[in-house]
């Protein structure tokens, strides 16, 4: 009938909701690019910083052009804000009541906490997702996640006018977190008598959904369908996910999928919090810490009263959800998750009161009004401990003079009665003094885990001391390499590849191995560092150990010499091994472009790493950084489709499809597969770099048959011997967007193209954890 399809996706009376149905509909199983080309330029004003303009193209700039010239970056807006201003403001804001939604009493702070944590806590180690990073709380899923109840509330009447006021200088990620911070400090005492924490600046907001970020596949709320047996019998949470049921940050306060059962549900603690890095000291401060403050809301049974979450509400709630028909729907009537109570009996104060509660009584379960599972102190211990008077000591939030029994809920007495849990939590009671430190540490490590080393960390409020989960990198003490001193070791380079004493694949695999550990996600890996020579990534199998073991210790060698004649000469600049693995792979590159015919290519080299040492390396923490699968490499680990890990880690290095597809041509017919593998090497002269694997797995008159082994084909060509190809060599020939990218760089005119992308790839790759080359802001 002539309209417009996407007119039809709207149900206006007597109209049908049809949505068309798109490529992802017919074929569920294809493979999915749109991570790779996700929060687009295009759906944010010009003037807000993007993501690419603070990490990647501002480092890259410095070598490749300006290409972010166009945006200011939020780091330089950052540097204009007043920072002990904005503080101040949200303090007035947190203890002025909005009447829309009237503080608890007469304090945001709790509230804040929960936000703060919240869109922090959605951090996971496996792949580095989630966290407060981006601001992504403000989008869906997560603004409508049934954890996140009325926390739409905080952000629109306590946070938006504040960030209207200072628009661009603070990002809405930054804001969240700070809020949290204002909170806990105008909570610990006097405001403008306690000492700021930590905090540091630097999260540029989304625009657009995370497309990236595996959530669970459960199609309704709070489902659980991502626990399965392990080997040894275990209940086994899925990887990567960081909770138990969907759409809750952790776990269920009220037990493992509603069953009180406390030691159980502390196994889910444990488990949960393990995979956000936090140890049981760091947990057990972080829960008793924030429940010091605060309380829960169920004044009524949610299913009667509360309407539908921001994003399935109606247009004229204007993005707020969880409308509440429950008498005034505010206040006292709030109904958020279902629970009802406080923990303390001063919720705005930080003091001792939650362990002095937690042990000071026995618990029995109750049911709150909004029917959930939680524990009350039992009749034994209110008549020891002086009756009902004594023992109702907690504040009603709205009405003076109001008294309640304070409440717990199962996974707090998962910290008394756990036997790990337990003594941590006795410790805690005794002493204040120690929950307030770990408390202060560990609410830092929770907020700024996923922002990456400390360079990026904007403002004046920076701890002093180097935290080892912030993988630290000491300052150099000498001269960053002149491009003198530059050209003088590639020369040497150069030399022991002449004397075959190191060859050019191993180089650029070497290179390769140290630089694509990055991962955009939590700005974690990278070369900066040398870490590559460290433990655990020198044992990586993805990485080679022996052939990578020869090129260490060929550069190691290099480097002594190298600094050890700069020593003898009195001149003042040395060379780091963090640097020297990427300048020795660069050469490697000219060299193979060389072979190719290209003799003037230069790949752009920035020196000014430096070099981390083992025990400025946590080693548990970087195994999470360990590829299983490297389709760059054709490693293909154990489990998963290659193909789409191939995705993965394009997305955790920031990487278009072009800028993928070339990478993979280019490392092929460099030889750079783990094991010296020739799968997917098409091409007759390896180490040349040309674009031979792309004209060679287009050819027509190949024939392309799987082998045995389920894993690999085999390429039967007229003349030659078979080529051998992964299933990620094959999808970039099947996948119609992959393949239209490939036959740009197959065609008679593409050679120069090829090269081009190749080394402009190759090169953001290598400097993707520049954020030393960034502008910072240290006000001190
Ligand atoms: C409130 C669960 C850990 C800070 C709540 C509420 C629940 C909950 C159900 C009540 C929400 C409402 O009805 O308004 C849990 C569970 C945790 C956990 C299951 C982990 C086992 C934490 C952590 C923090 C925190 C680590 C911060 C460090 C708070 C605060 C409130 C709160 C401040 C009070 C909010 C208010 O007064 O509006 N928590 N929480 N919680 N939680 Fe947690």
Redesign the pocket.
């Known amino acids: 009938d002539g309209k417009c399809p996407y007119h039809r996706e709207s149900v206006g009376d007597g109209e049908v909701s049809r949505r068309p149905m798109t490529v992802r509909d017919w074929w569920p199983d294809s493979l999915d690019l749109r991570i790779l080309h996700q929060d687009p330029v295009a759906a944010r004003p010009s003037h807000v910083p993007h993501p690419s303009c603070t990490t990647v193209a501002a480092a890259t700039a410095a070598i490749i052009g300006p290409s972010s010239s166009a945006h200011a970056s939020y780091a330089e807006n950052f540097s204009r804000l007043d920072l002990d201003a904005l503080r101040n403001d949200i303090h007035a804001a947190l203890t002025t009541s909005h009447p829309s939604w009237p503080a608890?009493y007469g304090h945001?702070?709790?509230?804040?906490?929960?936000l703060?944590?919240?869109s922090a806590?959605t951090y996971r180690v496996f792949d580095g997702r989630g966290g407060g990073n981006s601001g992504n709380i403000r989008l869906p899923p997560l603004n409508s996640w049934p954890?996140n109840?009325?926390l739409d509330k905080a952000c629109r009447y306590i946070l938006w006018p504040i960030k209207r006021k200072y628009g661009q200088s603070i990002s809405w990620a930054d804001l969240i977190i700070l809020a949290?911070n204002v909170?806990i400090e105008s909570m610990m005492g006097r405001w403008g008598e306690v000492q700021p924490l930590w905090f540091g600046g630097g999260r540029v907001d989304a625009f657009a959904p995370e497309e990236d970020i595996y959530w669970g596949h459960e199609p309704e709320w709070l489902k659980d369908d991502r626990h399965a047996k392990g080997k040894n019998l275990d209940v086994v949470l899925e990887e990567p996910l960081g909770a138990v049921q969907m759409g809750?940050?952790?776990?269920?306060?009220e037990g493992p999928g509603g069953n009180p059962d406390i030691l159980a549900?502390a196994k889910?603690?444990r488990e949960?919090?393990g995979r956000m890095g936090m140890n049981d000291f760091e947990?057990v401060a972080?829960?008793a810490?924030?429940?010091?403050?605060?309380?829960?809301?169920?004044a009524a049974e949610a299913s009667k009263y509360v309407g539908a979450e921001p994003e399935g509400a109606p247009i004229n709630q204007m993005g707020l959800g969880w409308k509440n028909s429950y008498l005034s729907g505010k206040g006292r009537d709030?109904?958020?998750?279902?629970?009802?109570g406080?923990w303390t009996a001063n919720?705005t104060k930080w003091d001792s009161g939650y362990f002095h509660l937690l042990f000071k009584y026995d618990w029995m379960q109750s049911k709150s009004p909004g029917g959930a599972t939680q524990w009350v102190p039992t009749m034994e211990s209110i008549n020891a401990n002086g009756g009902p008077d004594v023992v109702a000591n907690v504040p009603d939030?709205h009405e003076q003079g109001t008294k309640h029994f304070p409440i717990m809920?199962t996974?707090?007495l998962?910290l008394r009665y756990d036997p790990i849990y337990g003594p941590i939590s006795q410790l805690f009671h005794l002493n204040q003094d120690k929950l307030t430190e770990a408390?202060k540490k560990?609410?830092y490590k929770?907020c700024h885990r996923d922002m990456g080393p400390i360079s990026r960390h904007l403002g004046p409020y920076l701890p002093k001391e180097p935290l080892i989960w912030l993988d630290p990198i000491p300052s150099a003490d000498y001269d960053i390499i002149t491009t003198d001193d530059v050209q003088h070791l590639q020369n040497l380079v150069l030399d022991a590849v002449k004397q075959s004493k190191v060859s050019i694949s191993d180089l650029v695999k070497a290179a390769w191995a140290s630089a694509s550990t990055y991962r955009c996600t939590d700005h974690r890996g990278g070369a900066n560092g040398g870490r590559i020579r460290l433990d655990p990534q020198i044992n990586w199998e993805v990485n080679d150990p022996v052939s990578l073991a020869n090129v260490i210790s060929f550069l190691e060698t290099l480097k002594e010499s190298f600094n050890d004649y700069q020593n003898q000469n009195n001149r003042t600049t040395r060379v780091s091994f963090a640097d020297l693995i990427i300048l020795a792979g660069n050469t490697a590159i000219e060299e193979a472009a060389r072979k190719a015919g290209h003799m003037n290519v230069k790949v752009p080299f920035v020196a000014g790493r430096a070099d981390a040492l083992q025990s400025d390396t946590d080693v548990n923490s970087f195994a999470a950084l360990q590829p299983s699968m490297d389709g760059f490499r054709n490693y293909e680990g154990k489990v998963g489709r290659p193909e789409a890990s191939l995705i993965d880690r394009a997305h955790l290095m920031t990487l278009t499809t072009p800028e993928m597809v070339v990478l993979v041509g280019g490392l092929r017919v460099l030889n750079a597969n783990t094991d010296q593998s020739l799968v997917g090497v098409l091409t007759d002269r390896p180490g040349t770099l040309d674009n031979a694997y792309f004209i060679n797995l287009l050819d027509e008159n190949t024939t392309w048959l799987p082998l045995g082994d389920g894993k690999s084909f085999q390429g039967n060509r007229p003349m030659g011997e078979p080529w051998t190809a992964s299933r990620v060599d094959l999808v970039l020939g099947s996948n119609a967007q992959l393949r239209a990218v490939c036959e740009a760089y197959a065609c008679a005119d593409s050679s120069q193209y090829f090269l081009r992308d190749f080394v402009s790839s190759w090169t953001k790759v290598t400097m993707l954890d520049r954020f030393d080359l960034l502008p910072t802001y240290r006000a001190n």
Do not use: C, Q
């Open positions: 608890d945001y702070g709790p509230l804040m906490i929960r703060a944590w919240h806590g954890d109840g009325n949290g909170a809750l940050i952790y776990v269920n306060p549900s889910d603690i949960t919090f947990t972080l829960i810490g924030g429940h010091t403050f605060g309380k829960a809301h169920g709030t109904i958020t998750s279902g629970l009802e406080a919720p939030a809920f996974t707090d998962a408390f560990a609410w929770l």
